[in-house]
């Protein structure tokens, strides 16, 4: 009988989440960021093995903040973890434990019985390891040292472990979408997030968080063979719009190139994008609009 379960997969920020679901899945399912706090929803990944499915869940970064949008990105990972079947939890080799993991920990206890500790970035010249391992036994006892792992997301080691840990942790089941499917992600969504990616990793320093982006149209156009879409790059303020357009234009063309070689190899069609900015005031205040931005 094969295995099939879904996994939330939960961290401190910047731990190397989206990277390693993007491993596992063979594709980009999740964008990626030297910026902390870069994925807003829960965002399914599929892995298809011989064994069976396994659906992973990618979380915001649990963190301790009082702003709300952080607060939001707090409660889209608590409610992915209530549902989760397992639990790949994931550490920074890199990095001390501090009283943020402390909190992570805290709100792992109640499903330690069904969670993997992955502790990645063991490519790292510095680590921690002796440090995590004492943390673990400290706070997370049931997690016993046999679904304790050692990896390596970016250079793709260790993960046939975990991967191969999980489904023996699984339950018997049916596949939970058709074999064909790596995500379940809307096309919008996801052409929204790329254009995010770009967006953010070529404005980390000037306001990472004080953008989203809003897919307004899509068309099939050349008998199916070229997509067009029109997506627009949001501010928070009217002053961040020149930044994102920078000087004669060559910020945004940027971000649009970047953007359309991601996406003409996700949709395998010739991709057209016309993008532009647009500023909706303090939109990191509005409840409605946040609700919509993280699925909940």
């Known amino acids: 009988m094969k295995k099939a379960a879904f996994v939330t997969v939960v961290g401190r920020p910047s731990v190397g989440k989206s990277t390693l679901v993007n491993r596992l899945c063979g594709a980009k399912v999740a964008i990626v960021s030297p910026v902390p706090q870069t ?36 409660g889209v990972a608590g409610r992915a973890l209530a549902g989760a079947e397992l639990v790949l939890y994931m550490l920074d080799a890199s990095r001390p434990t501090g009283s943020e993991e402390e909190a992570v920990a805290e709100s792992l206890a109640l499903y330690a019985g069904k969670t993997v500790a992955a502790v990645n970035k063991m490519d790292a010249r510095k680590l921690y390891t002796e440090d ?19 990896i390596s997301a970016l250079k793709n080691e260790g993960i046939e472990e975990v991967l191969t840990c999980l489904f023996d942790m699984a339950e018997s089941g049916e596949a939970l979408y058709p074999q064909e499917y790596y995500t379940d992600q809307s096309p919008d969504f996801r052409i929204a997030e790329i254009i995010r990616e770009k967006a953010i990793n070529r404005l980390r320093q000037e306001l990472p968080h004080s953008l989203y982006v809003e897919v307004a149209d899509t068309e099939l156009r050349e008998e199916g063979s070229r997509l067009w879409i029109r997506a627009f790059i949001i501010t928070e303020r009217e002053s961040q719009k020149g930044m994102v357009v ?38 990191r205040h509005n409840d409605g609009l946040l609700r919509k931005l993280t699925g909940l």
């Open 39 to 74: 994925t807003r929803n829960a965002i399914r990944g599929i892995v298809n093995r011989p064994e069976g499915q396994l659906v992973f869940t990618d979380t915001p970064g649990l963190h301790q903040s009082e702003r709300k949008l952080n607060r939001v990105l707090a």
């Open 132 to 150: 995590i391992r004492h943390f673990l036994r400290d706070k997370l006892p049931a997690i016993t040292t046999d679904r304790i792992f050692g």
């Open 246 to 283: 920078g000087r004669d234009g060559r910020m945004i063309k940027a971000i649009r190139e970047a953007a359309r070689i991601d996406l003409n190899r996700i949709f395998d069609l010739k991709v057209e994008l016309d993008l532009r900015v647009k500023t909706a005031h303090d939109w």
